[in-house]
């Protein structure tokens, strides 16, 4: 579904990502791993044609991404949803708005049909009642699930998840895996998500990339549990078994 | 049973059930794509039938999505007896799966109701009477929090963040220099070129100096540079703490224990109460030299005879009036200015709002308080 080839990435003089190259397969939750600075932002970014690269290739769905072809990434951008770290909805517009807004925008349903499908996708994220909302009057949560509706509007083949879980509860976060999961289900939508939620990982996951800053690339990639059971480099143990290194309280200064 | 009817290729093919009502196989995908194009047709097709139940076969639908489930909820809609009379046959597992997902059963179409109609006059009238009296509040409280602060920076100067208050006064004097030097300086030759049209029937060209020199010191170089700084300076200080406000960056001032107005207010408000004048001084100069630029090339005036007329016109208290009318200018679009930024709430939209807000009540203010300064001057000289 997704081919990324030899990619350099980074800014200006600065490269962050040196010849990385993996792919994601169709109907795949494809989780992309990391320390803090390590690039995967950037990587998102570059795969769906905001950054352009240094080098490489990247193709969606068999479509070359080139970031400053215009024609060619209005194809590649019907074919992807994104939803942003701050479900970047726009505030003038009132939830339902928000959703409406591509639906009304790339096809030629009747006005009813678009207010229920808005109404289908909200209930889908479970936001039943909120169409009149504007999103200043959401908590985070519902904001990244109202921001998830839109992403969905048209159904894209892909979806790519910027840190979903940042700023949530446990709860909340884990409803939003759950619904991630959902979807994977019953639309077969192929999902790309950076996260280094490690609950999330594990309940969600298909497959992931571990990225490294020093490295600049990718330094473990497979199935999480196995990774985080049999791998052998020393920072994929400690980020899946982060408690391993910490130095336990002495159970004896309190009372 | 009737034979099937199918248009062309057509994927979707109707058929009579024997025992009454109708029944719609469709074929293909129910996607985005072809969601709205499939409802007209159907509708079209179906129109006329009468339809006592509405029977729809998935048997050969090879991708289904909520779209899909869209297309079905509308068909739903067209039988007179409702849900009890739609029936969809051979769905597989994955599509029951999604319309359970979808709460399709519970699913109706509603009529799209037309916008709220916008509420009666004396309501507006209501509205923006309270909305500004809580504004004047509001701004009241504003001017109480600046003194106070003043007060504060008076009696303890080196709370005053003199490294933010010299980058404001690069970014409103230095930077913005350029702007009310050409504008000050086309002024000056506009006002000169249109006077002396009139001035040399009398044959008393040299006054156009002084009448560009008293106009430009007294009122139209405060006002003009007021103008500009507001434009330039006072929307950038309303977005810039509008923007702060809304990404919490003030709320992590306040609760760090800084007062944000000491803070974010009173270096742009020093900054603009000593550039600003100084703006002042410079526009008169440029006006000046635009006034002269026209007496020497057109009215054959020499530059001693013209300057020699200026300063005959003009008196010290003209151009300290001037520069004094700048200083109160500047702390006007100041307060202002972070007035409205202080006031964003939500979102971007609320940023431009209030950066809109904050030039138009500037330039508003700067001509109403010009006014009551020649009412003052009128009566006091």
Redesign the interface.
Known sequence: MIRVKDLSAGYGEKIILDHVSFRVYEGEIFVILGGSGCGKSTLLKTIIGLIEPCSGRITIDGQQVLANDETTMQTVFRKIGVLYQSAALL??MTVAENVALPIRE????????V???V???L??VNLEGYEDH???ELSGGMKKRAGLARAMA??PKILFFDEPSAGLDPVTSAELDELIL?LN???GTTMVIVTHELQSIFSVAHRVIMLDRLARGIIAEGNPVYLRDHSQNEFVKRFFNPQAGMMGVDPGIFP | MTPPETSGFSPYEISENPEGGVRVCIRGDMVADNAGKMINDLGLLLRGRSLSSLTVDLKHVNYFDDFGALLLAQLRELVPGGRDSFFIVNASERIRDLLSILHFDSLNIRKVVEKKPSPGMFIRLGDATLRHVSDLRYAVSFIGSICLSLIHICRHPRSLRSDDTVGYMQRVGVDGLPIVALISFLMGLIMAFMSSVQLEQFGANIYVASLVSLAMTRELGPIMTAIIVAGRSGSAFAAEIGTMKISEEVDALFTMGFNPVMFLVIPKLVAAAVMVPILTLFSDLFAVLGGLIVGIFMLDLTAGAYMDQTMKTLELFDVFWGIFKGGVFGVLITWIGCFRGFQVRGGAASVGQATTSAVVSSIFLIILCDSLFSVILRYWG
Not at chain 1, 106 to 113: N, Q, V
Request: proline fraction near 7%; charged fraction near 25%; glycine fraction near 8%.
């Open positions: 505030g003038s790339y096809t030629s349903l009747p006005e009813e049909a207010d229920l499908l109404r289908m996708k209930g889908l504007l999103p200043s048209l159904n959902r289900r019953s639309l």
